[in-house]
């Protein structure tokens, strides 16, 4: 083997030499002293903020809720204010929302503080109308002169006698015994107008269901200004009429006799 090996080349061979002047490991002590002087400066920032953070985060937030101090927290987007809406309803009323004496801490008043008032039916204002009782008349609209009468049982289209003949000419109003929505017409003495073989009579309600039908008739417009027609609840088409100054149920006919005889005005009682 050669005697010469190659080496690198060593400092001093390249003129350079170690600097003597500091010790080793200068350059890192500088480094760490840095470091420990930010660390100390960031703590005593960090303590510094803690100090003054819950001066500051005590106080309300404009929104009126509180955040705890030393979290952070994200702003909450504050809730459109919602008004209820007036009146009575399900959920509102129209009473005063201020709480009451009791709820506010004060003493309730005592009985003798207000004066005593009368209960509502004492106030004559408050007592019920008296139910009042519809009779009516009715006239025949091409005999003008006569109307409906209560003659040996049957109903027949007479001319104006005595109070008598008024009396049993005058029937109470009221709702069909049928049907509420149609009419049943009674006479002074509790009887009522009902068709019997297509005839009409004044009978005792029997209370049976035949009766009831039988004594219920609907209006229906006529062609004559402010007069009515009757027809049948259980005979639909048939109207009341008279005939031969009888009153019958007869089925409607399109002519002029027969609108005639089947139209008749509600007027006030004669009795």
């Known amino acids: 083997m050669p005697e010469n090996q190659s080496r690198p080349p060593q400092p001093w061979e390249n003129g350079w030499a170690p600097d003597t002047s500091r010790p080793p490991g200068t350059r890192r002590l500088y480094l760490a002293g840095a470091l420990a002087v930010a660390t100390?400066?960031?703590?005593?920032?960090?303590?510094a903020w803690t100090d003054k953070g819950p001066e500051t985060l005590s106080q309300p937030s404009p929104s009126g809720t509180g955040t705890l101090p030393g979290l952070i927290s994200f702003g909450t987007p504050s809730q459109p204010e919602v008004t209820p809406p007036k009146g009575k309803s399900g959920l509102t009323t129209d009473e005063a929302t201020t709480s009451t004496p009791r709820q506010q801490g004060s003493a309730s008043p005592s009985p003798a503080a207000?004066?005593?008032?009368?209960?509502?039916s004492a106030h004559p204002s408050s007592k019920a109308p008296r139910p009042t009782t519809t009779w009516r008349s009715v006239r025949s609209v091409n005999y003008p002169d006569r109307y409906w009468h209560v003659s040996g049982g049957y109903v027949k289209l007479d001319p104006v006698g005595g109070s008598e003949s008024r009396e049993d000419s005058t029937f109470k109003l009221v709702k069909g015994l049928s049907d509420s929505s149609c009419y049943s017409f009674a006479t002074a003495d509790g009887q009522y107008l009902r068709h019997r073989n297509f005839i009409l009579v004044a009978n005792r309600n029997d209370g049976s269901p035949l009766f009831h039908q039988d004594a219920t008739f609907c209006p229906r417009a006529s062609t004559v200004p402010g007069a009515i027609m009757l027809e049948s609840v259980n005979y639909p088409g048939r109207f009341l009429r008279h005939q031969n100054f009888q009153l019958k149920l007869d089925p409607y006919q399109y002519n002029d006799l027969y609108r005639q005889d089947s139209a008749f005005r509600l007027v006030d009682g004669l009795a």
């Open 40 to 47: 100390i400066v960031a703590c005593v920032t960090a303590i």
């Open 114 to 120: 207000h004066p005593t008032t009368k209960p509502p």
